[in-house]
């Protein structure tokens, strides 16, 4: 299958979560965690996100000062999309929306301008590829969204915001890789490529698909 490079950007606690079991917004990271965030957008070709993640964080995924934004894709089973949601009101990149469980385009009301996608994760990621050009793409959660790009096997790179002082707590809660629930049929093995401590209690770290 042709499908772009993909990396992913998540913060964890000191116990691997990605936030508490009410799936509150992602601000318990420094300014330097959201300066990081940032950076890792530039220069790529899509950024992509599940519909909860979208929502909790209130997300316009644009990358402020750059000229070419990038396309935002987001990802949800239905397609249910907030209109009023920044999202739809930031300039940016074209918004891509795949719904997996919606049988065609036309049964989704998303707001103008908006392309939906209909089928798998799978062969949405070859759309992006061949029919869009994208050749990197740069994921930012979650964990339901992380557990699906881990069980095809299609993480590139990882990089890890190490919140190391803070613990969440909770089976509930959802890691990386969603909730304790959410097996993977095998390991997927990284090597460590890049690290640095951002002498905040943060540790920042880069992780890269064994054999790349
Ligand atoms: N610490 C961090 O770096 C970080 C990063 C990202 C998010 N978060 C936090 O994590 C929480 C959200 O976690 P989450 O696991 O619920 O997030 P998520 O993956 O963003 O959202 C889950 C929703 O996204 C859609 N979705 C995800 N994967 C899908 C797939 N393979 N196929 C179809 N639909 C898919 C579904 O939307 P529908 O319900 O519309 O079907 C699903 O209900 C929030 O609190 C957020 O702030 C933290």
């Known amino acids: ?33 959201k300066e990081r965030l940032v950076r890792l957008r ?20 644009t990358v402020a000062g750059q000229q070419q934004q990038p396309l935002r894709c987001i990802v949800s089973r239905h397609g249910r999309l907030d209109p009023m949601h920044p999202l739809f009101h930031r300039d940016g990149g074209g918004i891509h929306l795949l719904a997996t469980e919606v049988g065609h385009a036309n049964e989704v009301r998303a707001p103008d301008g908006v392309v939906v996608h209909t089928g798998g994760l799978e062969s949405f990621l070859e759309t992006m590829s061949v029919s869009h050009g994208v050749e990197t793409m740069h994921c930012e959660g979650g964990g339901a969204l992380v ?45 460590l490529a890049e690290w640095s401590d951002g002498n ?13």
Do not use: Q
Not at 42 to 61: C, K, N
Not at 203 to 209: A, H, K, L
């Open 1 to 33: 299958m042709r499908r772009p490079w993909i990396s992913c950007n998540l913060a964890i606690s000191a116990d691997g979560k990605i936030s508490d079991s009410a799936r509150r917004p992602s601000d318990w990271t420094s300014v330097a965690d």
């Open 42 to 61: 530039r220069g790529v070709d899509a950024l992509l996100v599940g519909r909860g993640t979208l929502e909790a964080d209130r997300m316009t995924l």
């Open 147 to 191: 557990h699906a790009l881990a069980v095809l096997d299609v993480i590139d790179e990882l990089h890890l915001t190490i919140v190391g002082h803070l613990v969440i707590g909770g089976h509930a809660s959802p890691t990386i890789t969603g909730t304790a629930a959410d097996f993977l049929p095998a390991s997927r093995r990284f090597r």
């Open 200 to 212: 905040n209690g943060e540790c920042y770290v880069t992780w890269r698909r064994e054999g790349r």
